[in-house]
């Protein structure tokens, strides 16, 4: 298995315990939650089921359907047929009756797959489940369960978070995270396809680092001809993959697609009220789960400003794959099959890059830390603009301000070669600098700091970049 050593590691440790685990692994569709069990403890698994998708079907009926279909699971298993269940109650009866009848003193896992589409409206599934850990379950200690789900926020409402009968009862949870530029590396590698650097951070832009995405690329072809086949072709793989991505995952997808476009619309993010005034919707409850259903998927960051308070928090849109879907796919009703490589060196794809690279940037910031040596300084990251009278003002998409009284101030510049700072650049670099300076404490220094590709050619303006980070830097293997 490619990557995931931290995490397999810790779910062999909680297998190797002698006490009952409830662990609960959430994280963004298609990023490996399944994969990751499956590998961890094949040959392992007592006892495993995963939910129907509630997309395509008649509220009314998903819940006959649901215990059906957990029921089958566990005759296929080995459980002698019986009388269907007709509720969850019913269910976890049979699964407590078939995990004891084979119970041989040995550890017993229980893989629930999916978990959040199992609580269809008004089953009672939460109350069920909540009987069936807490009455029997958390008192046996050979046994383990595992429970996925990509609508993270209904694992963390409904389990990590839960204030009722639930409370308190998972034993460990995981968010997987999609995988770093290094494990990309390592991931094409083991697929046997052949990529630059260059091209890696390129297919990152696109996949955010989605292994299932990854999947999909084939090594006999360059990544535009890959690019091309897989959005751009007739009946493309993943061409329909964003909304199937979002009605799979939110109980209102619509709501939430309105709000990622609309973030789309700005690199550094929109405050709450300025998202419900451009979206005339209300502030509430309803907002605020939305909002934290992004989050917690990993389509959007929260985060303040530099020299910003708490209530001016920001909403950013942060998952590549949403930011290459509505630049380039979203309301394009003529398909061009060979658009990609036909267009691989035009401005629009070459300003996309530009932007789509501060975002690579954005999502390795531990990676930029430790190639400026200060991982173990505590610091905080954030994109800052600044309006001044008539001018334009200045902008930095990213700032790192480290409790050691430095500020770094860094420019991201995805160049073919090694970039040049010109007489042009070099004044403006200064200009921020003088602008920043004027926002921070006379104790803080700041250090403009470049984050290219292939480094930078020394010349007379060079001296205003303090440090230089390249791609290499960023493929350093995470902590």
Known sequence: MVGRKREIKELNRLYDHNQAELAAIYGRRRVGKTYLVDETFAGRITFRHAGLSPADENARGLLKLQLEHFYNSLVLHGMEETEKPKSWMEAFLLLEKFLQKIDDGARQLVFLDELPWLDT?????????????????????????????????????????????????????????????????????????????YDIVQSYMIFGGIPYYMGYVNGELSLAQNIDHLFFARNAALRDEYDRL?????????ALKSIVQLLYTRNAGFTRREITEKLGITDGGRLSRNLNALIASDFIVKYVPFGLNKREEHYKLIDPFCIFYLHFINGQRRVNEKFWQQNVTSAPVTIWRGFAFENVCFNHVHQIKRALGISGV??????????????????????????????????????????????????????????????????????????????????????????????????????
């Open 121 to 197: 409206a008004r089953s009672g599934f939460i109350r069920a489940f909540e009987g069936f850990w807490n009455t029997w379950g958390c008192h046996r200690k050979n046994l383990m369960v595992i429970v996925c789900g990509s609508a993270n926020s209904w694992i963390q409402d409904k389990l990590i978070n839960n204030h009722g009968g639930l409370y308190n009862r998972v034993t460990y949870e995981m968010k997987l995270s999609p995988f770093t530029l290094s494990e990309c590396e390592e991931f094409y590698e083991s697929s046997h396809v052949r990529l630059s650097r």
């Open 246 to 254: 979002f009605a799979s995952v939110f109980v209102n997808p619509g």
């Open 378 to 479: 505590i610091s905080a990251h954030s994109a800052w603009s600044k309006k001044s009278g008539d001018e334009a003002g200045t902008q930095i998409d990213l700032l790192i301000s480290r409790n050691d009284n430095v500020i770094n101030m860094c420019e991201m510049k995805y160049y073919g070669g090694k970039f040049s700072v010109d007489k042009n650049y070099y004044a403006v670099i200064l200009r921020r600098q003088e602008i920043l300076a004027e926002e921070v404490s006379r104790k803080a220094a700041i250090r403009s700091t470049l984050i290219t590709t292939f480094g930078m050619l020394h010349n007379e303006y060079s001296g205003v970049f303090t440090n230089v980070i390249t791609l290499d830097d960023l493929f350093e293997v995470g902590e």
